[in-house]
């Protein structure tokens, strides 16, 4: 199935092409003013890592990070520590890598490959279903339940190859519910089967500074005008289609570009999908094509403070590069690092210390950054719903398919 074969992908596409086309952008109704201590507030950044990053599904992985049989990935979402593993069956399970013993982590490696976890302060072993399998000394120990004694399971799915969980083991959210169809769109990557690369962590201004870009091709031509921009071709506009709090963003310049004067099927799906697509609240999904065709998924999540954040940077191949691409791939995420960490987060690191002193009271977003305002504006409504109001912001799948 070709990407223009999923008719909502086809609407966007056309949408982009004929705006380039007749020379026309759409822009929303007004400015949207966002005060500055949004930025800056801790009692504000406590809010937003309760009630969005330990009450969401998250996009944790993607699948082919861990692939095979026995995979495992361990990280720490909002200061709590998970545990990621593929089963013997294929199935993928999330739990906190805690030991019920005494609380350590069962896991310390980033990744690898186990059929059991061997918690390295006493011995208790656990199995990749996260049950308790033995008790170090069982017969000195003193004798307990082991059924009770599992690892704390989480909430996980897999949707169009990427993996997505919540640190709550209570979630009442329903992971379909909240991805609104757009994980429907993300199935014509076909991600299931690409290939993990690389990946590298980059430390950040406040989440929301550094989401902030992500959002915004009105920087382009300007901010990266030596890097991405070097040629000139890069445009300062983006249209944004939303699914829930998802966007996916496309520059009309290169639709037009690229597509305009090409019947719709040479569409190629590398052109089709490129663009922006991003999975609220923090990940960015931009296609490159550095020894092949690839992708670089930015998964930012909050640091320990309101001025701080984390970005692990992931790029993913669709193939498995030869030694000949494999050095162009390399080339290309290097100089990925150098445009992010350099220009877009040096940036961000300065506005997060102008931002502190207090002085500015709001920061703008406009008519031409829907993206952004859409982003805040979901922000505010998440924050600002109970757990009950949080389900009537996502709309059942199920019911909307029957509909």
Excluded at 94 to 102: K, Q
Excluded at 137 to 150: E, I, M, N, R, T
Excluded at 188 to 206: H, I
Excluded at 314 to 320: A, F, G, T
């Amino acid at each position: 199935m070709t990407a223009m074969e999923n008719a909502e992908i086809a609407r966007i596409m056309r949408h982009s092409v004929q705006h380039a086309r007749d020379n026309t952008f759409e822009l929303v109704d007004s400015v949207l003013e966002v005060p500055a201590s949004n930025y800056t507030d801790p009692a504000r950044f406590k809010l937003e890592v309760d009630r969005i990053f330990k009450r969401l599904p998250l996009m944790l992985a993607p699948s082919c990070e861990i692939p095979n049989p026995g995979d495992f990935k361990t990280m720490e979402v909002a200061g709590i520590p998970i545990l990621l593993t593929r089963g013997q069956d294929g199935v993928v399970r999330s739990f906190v890598n805690s030991c019920t013993h005494r609380g350590t982590n069962v896991a310390v490696d980033p990744t690898g490959n186990a059929k059991r976890f061997t918690c390295p302060y006493h011995g208790w072993t656990f199995g990749q279903k996260g049950e308790l399998i033995a008790v170090a000394a069982a017969q000195d120990f003193g004798q307990v339940d082991k059924s009770c004694l599992s690892l704390k399971a989480l909430p996980v799915a897999e949707r169009a190859g990427l993996i997505f969980g919540s640190v709550d083991p209570k979630m009442k959210l329903d992971i379909d519910d909240f991805l609104s169809g757009y994980d429907a769109l993300l199935e014509a990557f076909n991600f299931k089967d690409w290939y993990f690369f690389s990946s590298r962590v980059l430390r950040g201004p406040n989440w929301k500074i550094a989401y902030d870009g992500y959002l915004d091709f009105y920087h382009l031509p300007v901010l990266h005008k030596d890097t991405l921009n070097a040629t000139g071709l890069l445009g300062n506009r983006a249209h944004y289609h939303a699914w829930g709090p998802h966007q996916r963003l496309v520059a009309p310049d290169r639709a037009a570009r690229e597509l305009g004067d090409k019947p719709e099927d040479q569409w190629a799906d590398d052109l089709v999908l490129n663009g922006v697509w991003t999975i609220f609240p923090s990940i960015s999904i931009a296609s490159f094509n550095g020894g092949g065709r690839g992708v670089m998924i930015s998964q930012l999540m909050p640091g320990d403070n309101v001025g701080e954040s984390f970005t692990r940077q992931m790029y993913l191949m669709e193939k498995k590069p030869s030694a000949e691409q494999e050095a162009a791939a390399h080339e290309q995420f290097a100089f990925l690092e150098v445009v992010v960490r350099d220009e877009d987060y040096a940036t961000g690191l300065r506005q997060q210390r102008a931002l502190d002193h207090g002085t500015l009271e709001n920061v703008l977003f406009g008519r031409n950054e829907g993206g952004a305002q859409s982003f805040h504006k979901w922000t505010d409504r998440i924050i600002e719903a109970d757990d009950e109001a949080l389900l009537g912001l996502f709309p059942p799948q199920k019911q909307r398919a029957a509909e």
